[in-house]
C-alpha cells in the first residue's frame, strides 16, 4: 500500500466548510529522483457553503525532507495551512495596500528592490504592531519624521 488511510480536518469559518485530508507515504523514499526527500503526501480540499453547497474542490501533491518521525499526516497538513496563511498575509497586502500588480517599475534591479523596501515597510508596521496596513501606510506617508521614528532615526 503506497498511501495509508487518510486523515482529516473540518473547519467552518467565513461561510464556508472546508474539509483537508491528506495522506503521506514513505513508500516513495529512495525510488524518486528528489534530494533529501522523505515523504510524501497528497492533500484534498474540499469546500462548500454553509448551507452545503458545492463551491470547489482541488488536489494537491508534494514532498519534504521531513521525517516521518518528526512530521506525521496531522503536522504536515497544519505546516501547509500555515504557509498559505503567511504567503496570504504577505502578498495580500503588497497586492492591494502596496497596489504592486499595477507598478510600472519593470526593468533591471527596480523590481526587486522595490519588493524589498515594500516587505521591509510591512515587516517595520507589523514589529508596531500597526493593526491595519494601509492606514499605517497612510500615517507614515504623511509624516517624514514618523517613518525615520520606524527606522529608529
Known sequence: MIFPPWYKVTEKGHGRIETRRI???QSLKGYILFPYA?????IERT????????IRQET???ITSLAAAR???AEILDLNRRHWEIENRLHWVRDVTFDEDRSNIRTKEG???MATLRNLAISLFRLRQYPNMARALRQNSW???RSLELIGL
Do not use: D
Open 23 to 25: 495522506q503521506v507515504s
Open 38 to 42: 522523505e515523504q510524501v503526501f497528497r
Open 47 to 54: 469546500v462548500h457553503t454553509t448551507q452545503g453547497a458545492f
Open 60 to 62: 494537491v501533491y508534494g
Open 71 to 73: 512530521a506525521g499526516a
Open 111 to 113: 523590481p526587486r528592490t
Open 143 to 145: 509624516n517624514a519624521s
